[in-house]
Protein backbone atom coordinates (compact mmCIF):
# COMPACT_ATOMS: atom_id res chain seq x y z
CA UNK A 1 0.00 0.00 0.00
CA UNK A 2 1.25 3.42 -0.23
CA UNK A 3 3.85 4.72 2.18
CA UNK A 4 4.91 7.48 4.11
CA UNK A 5 8.67 7.54 4.57
CA UNK A 6 10.77 9.69 7.78
CA UNK A 7 14.58 10.66 7.32
CA UNK A 8 16.26 10.25 9.65
CA UNK A 9 14.86 7.24 11.65
CA UNK A 10 16.92 8.51 14.82
CA UNK A 11 18.61 11.50 15.56
CA UNK A 12 20.46 12.72 18.77
CA UNK A 13 21.26 16.53 18.98
CA UNK A 14 22.03 18.65 21.88
CA UNK A 15 20.14 21.04 23.93
CA UNK A 16 19.52 24.53 22.40
CA UNK A 17 20.30 23.18 18.65
CA UNK A 18 18.19 23.03 15.54
CA UNK A 19 16.77 20.06 14.56
CA UNK A 20 14.49 19.36 11.27
CA UNK A 21 12.36 16.10 10.49
CA UNK A 22 11.73 14.91 7.27
CA UNK A 23 8.83 12.83 6.05
CA UNK A 24 8.12 12.04 2.28
CA UNK A 25 4.08 11.37 2.38
CA UNK A 26 2.19 9.48 0.15
CA UNK A 27 2.80 11.55 -3.61
CA UNK A 28 -0.92 12.34 -4.11
CA UNK A 29 -2.06 13.43 -0.85
CA UNK A 30 -3.02 16.54 0.15
CA UNK A 31 -2.82 16.90 3.87
CA UNK A 32 -0.28 16.58 6.32
CA UNK A 33 0.56 15.89 10.13
CA UNK A 34 2.77 15.34 12.69
CA UNK A 35 2.39 13.67 16.03
CA UNK A 36 4.40 13.24 18.80
CA UNK A 37 4.31 9.95 21.34
CA UNK A 38 6.63 10.39 24.51
CA UNK A 39 7.74 6.98 25.95
CA UNK A 40 5.05 5.33 27.45
CA UNK A 41 2.65 7.78 26.66
CA UNK A 42 -0.45 8.13 24.01
CA UNK A 43 0.50 10.02 20.26
CA UNK A 44 -0.29 13.06 19.90
CA UNK A 45 -1.47 15.72 17.33
CA UNK A 46 0.83 18.10 16.73
CA UNK A 47 -0.32 20.15 13.59
CA UNK A 48 -1.64 19.74 10.03
CA UNK A 49 -0.81 21.40 7.31
CA UNK A 50 -2.58 21.45 4.17
CA UNK A 51 -1.63 24.32 0.76
CA UNK A 52 1.43 25.96 1.99
CA UNK A 53 -0.52 26.50 5.90
CA UNK A 54 -1.00 25.27 8.93
CA UNK A 55 -4.82 24.63 9.62
CA UNK A 56 -4.61 23.36 13.06
CA UNK A 57 -2.19 23.12 15.92
CA UNK A 58 -2.27 22.01 19.36
CA UNK A 59 -0.95 23.17 22.44
CA UNK A 60 1.74 20.95 22.21
CA UNK A 61 3.28 22.79 18.82
CA UNK A 62 5.30 25.13 20.68
CA UNK A 63 6.88 28.25 19.49
CA UNK A 64 9.66 26.74 18.62
CA UNK A 65 8.26 24.41 16.26
CA UNK A 66 7.29 25.29 12.97
CA UNK A 67 6.10 23.20 9.36
CA UNK A 68 6.63 23.64 5.99
CA UNK A 69 6.84 21.62 2.61
CA UNK A 70 8.75 23.75 0.49
CA UNK A 71 7.66 23.35 -3.61
CA UNK A 72 5.94 19.49 -2.73
CA UNK A 73 9.22 18.37 -1.77
CA UNK A 74 9.50 16.76 2.20
CA UNK A 75 7.17 17.78 4.91
CA UNK A 76 9.67 19.26 7.51
CA UNK A 77 9.12 20.07 11.14
CA UNK A 78 11.70 21.99 12.57
CA UNK A 79 12.30 22.67 16.23
CA UNK A 80 14.24 25.65 17.10
CA UNK A 81 15.82 25.56 19.79
CA UNK A 82 15.37 22.15 20.74
CA UNK A 83 14.24 21.87 24.83
CA UNK A 84 14.65 18.14 26.76
CA UNK A 85 10.99 17.39 26.94
CA UNK A 86 11.53 17.71 22.80
CA UNK A 87 12.71 14.16 23.23
CA UNK A 88 10.28 11.71 21.88
CA UNK A 89 9.25 10.09 18.88
CA UNK A 90 7.25 11.64 15.57
CA UNK A 91 4.72 10.17 13.71
CA UNK A 92 4.64 11.73 10.22
CA UNK A 93 1.04 11.54 8.22
CA UNK A 94 -0.51 11.94 4.98
CA UNK A 95 -4.10 11.94 3.47
CA UNK A 96 -5.79 12.47 0.79
CA UNK A 97 -9.21 14.00 2.07
CA UNK A 98 -9.77 16.09 5.07
CA UNK A 99 -12.68 15.10 8.00
CA UNK A 100 -12.87 13.01 10.86
CA UNK A 101 -13.51 9.99 8.37
CA UNK A 102 -9.92 10.54 6.51
CA UNK A 103 -8.02 7.81 6.42
CA UNK A 104 -4.52 8.85 7.53
CA UNK A 105 -1.08 6.96 6.18
CA UNK A 106 1.60 7.23 9.14
CA UNK A 107 5.42 6.59 8.42
CA UNK A 108 7.46 4.84 11.16
CA UNK A 109 8.51 7.76 13.01
CA UNK A 110 12.03 9.55 14.28
CA UNK A 111 13.41 8.82 17.47
CA UNK A 112 14.91 12.21 18.65
CA UNK A 113 16.79 12.21 21.89
CA UNK A 114 17.94 15.53 23.19
CA UNK A 115 20.53 15.47 25.61
CA UNK B 1 -12.27 16.86 25.32
CA UNK B 2 -12.70 13.87 23.85
CA UNK B 3 -9.99 10.58 24.89
CA UNK B 4 -9.52 7.31 24.28
CA UNK B 5 -8.55 4.86 26.87
CA UNK B 6 -7.29 1.17 25.81
CA UNK B 7 -7.19 -0.54 29.07
CA UNK B 8 -5.08 -3.67 28.49
CA UNK B 9 -1.49 -2.42 27.84
CA UNK B 10 -0.16 -6.18 27.24
CA UNK B 11 -2.10 -9.28 25.62
CA UNK B 12 -0.45 -12.80 25.52
CA UNK B 13 -2.21 -14.96 23.13
CA UNK B 14 -1.76 -18.36 21.84
CA UNK B 15 -1.84 -18.38 17.84
CA UNK B 16 -5.30 -20.01 17.19
CA UNK B 17 -6.95 -18.85 19.95
CA UNK B 18 -9.45 -15.44 19.65
CA UNK B 19 -8.77 -12.33 20.32
CA UNK B 20 -10.16 -9.30 21.95
CA UNK B 21 -8.73 -5.59 22.55
CA UNK B 22 -10.85 -3.46 24.20
CA UNK B 23 -11.09 0.58 23.72
CA UNK B 24 -12.97 3.06 25.37
CA UNK B 25 -14.05 6.59 23.90
CA UNK B 26 -15.32 9.68 25.68
CA UNK B 27 -17.23 11.89 23.74
CA UNK B 28 -20.58 13.16 24.04
CA UNK B 29 -21.66 12.88 20.52
CA UNK B 30 -21.01 9.54 17.56
CA UNK B 31 -17.63 10.14 16.88
CA UNK B 32 -15.36 8.46 13.88
CA UNK B 33 -13.35 5.61 14.96
CA UNK B 34 -10.32 3.89 13.97
CA UNK B 35 -8.03 0.78 14.93
CA UNK B 36 -4.55 0.89 13.73
CA UNK B 37 -1.81 -1.77 14.00
CA UNK B 38 1.81 -0.95 13.89
CA UNK B 39 3.82 -3.89 13.45
CA UNK B 40 8.15 -3.87 14.26
CA UNK B 41 9.96 -0.95 12.52
CA UNK B 42 7.19 0.02 10.49
CA UNK B 43 4.28 2.87 10.33
CA UNK B 44 0.96 2.63 11.74
CA UNK B 45 -1.67 0.75 9.07
CA UNK B 46 -5.54 1.02 9.26
CA UNK B 47 -7.23 -1.92 10.26
CA UNK B 48 -10.32 -0.62 9.83
CA UNK B 49 -12.72 2.61 10.57
CA UNK B 50 -16.12 3.07 12.03
CA UNK B 51 -18.98 5.40 10.30
CA UNK B 52 -21.81 5.72 11.89
CA UNK B 53 -23.90 2.75 10.49
CA UNK B 54 -23.64 -0.64 11.04
CA UNK B 55 -21.92 -1.00 14.44
CA UNK B 56 -20.11 -4.42 13.27
CA UNK B 57 -17.18 -3.08 11.32
CA UNK B 58 -15.26 -5.45 9.38
CA UNK B 59 -11.53 -4.97 8.67
CA UNK B 60 -8.40 -6.65 7.17
CA UNK B 61 -6.76 -9.49 8.02
CA UNK B 62 -9.89 -11.22 9.54
CA UNK B 63 -10.05 -8.32 12.04
CA UNK B 64 -13.82 -6.63 13.50
CA UNK B 65 -14.82 -4.19 15.47
CA UNK B 66 -18.28 -3.47 17.04
CA UNK B 67 -18.94 -0.21 18.01
CA UNK B 68 -21.74 0.22 21.24
CA UNK B 69 -23.03 3.72 21.86
CA UNK B 70 -24.49 2.76 24.70
CA UNK B 71 -21.20 1.50 26.20
CA UNK B 72 -18.61 4.20 24.37
CA UNK B 73 -16.69 1.14 23.00
CA UNK B 74 -15.22 0.03 19.80
CA UNK B 75 -13.80 -3.01 20.93
CA UNK B 76 -11.41 -5.25 18.16
CA UNK B 77 -11.78 -8.92 17.66
CA UNK B 78 -10.25 -11.32 16.01
CA UNK B 79 -11.18 -15.26 15.52
CA UNK B 80 -8.12 -17.03 15.35
CA UNK B 81 -4.74 -15.45 15.47
CA UNK B 82 -1.72 -15.62 13.53
CA UNK B 83 1.68 -15.35 14.92
CA UNK B 84 1.77 -12.53 12.35
CA UNK B 85 -0.05 -10.62 14.46
CA UNK B 86 2.34 -10.12 16.81
CA UNK B 87 2.53 -6.35 16.86
CA UNK B 88 0.86 -2.99 19.01
CA UNK B 89 -2.69 -1.98 18.46
CA UNK B 90 -3.53 1.67 18.61
CA UNK B 91 -7.46 2.66 18.83
CA UNK B 92 -8.05 6.26 18.00
CA UNK B 93 -11.04 8.50 17.69
CA UNK B 94 -11.40 11.69 15.01
CA UNK B 95 -13.72 13.89 16.25
CA UNK B 96 -12.97 17.29 14.62
CA UNK B 97 -11.61 17.30 10.84
CA UNK B 98 -7.92 17.19 11.70
CA UNK B 99 -5.91 15.36 14.12
CA UNK B 100 -6.93 11.62 15.99
CA UNK B 101 -6.61 11.28 19.45
CA UNK B 102 -4.93 7.73 20.60
CA UNK B 103 -5.16 5.25 23.50
CA UNK B 104 -1.89 4.11 24.63
CA UNK B 105 -2.32 1.05 22.47
CA UNK B 106 -2.19 -2.84 23.49
CA UNK B 107 0.89 -4.60 22.36
CA UNK B 108 -0.35 -8.21 21.24
CA UNK B 109 2.16 -11.09 21.61
CA UNK B 110 1.05 -14.29 20.14
CA UNK B 111 2.48 -17.51 21.14
CA UNK B 112 2.63 -20.79 19.48
Known amino acids: GPKVLQIPSHQIIDMGQMVTLNCDPV?????FYWYKQILGQQMEFLVNFYNGKVMEKSKLFKDQFSVERPDGSYFTLKIQPTALEDSAVYFC?????????????FGPGTRLTVL | AQSVTQPDARVTVSEGASLQLRCKYS??????LFWYVQYPRQGLQLLLK??????VVQGVNGFEAEFSKSNSSFHLRKASVHWSDWAVYFCAVSIRAQGLTFGLGTRVSVFP
Open chain 2, 27 to 32: YFGTPY
Open chain 2, 50 to 55: YYPGDP
Open chain 1, 27 to 31: SNHLY
Open chain 1, 93 to 105: ASSLLTGGYAEQF
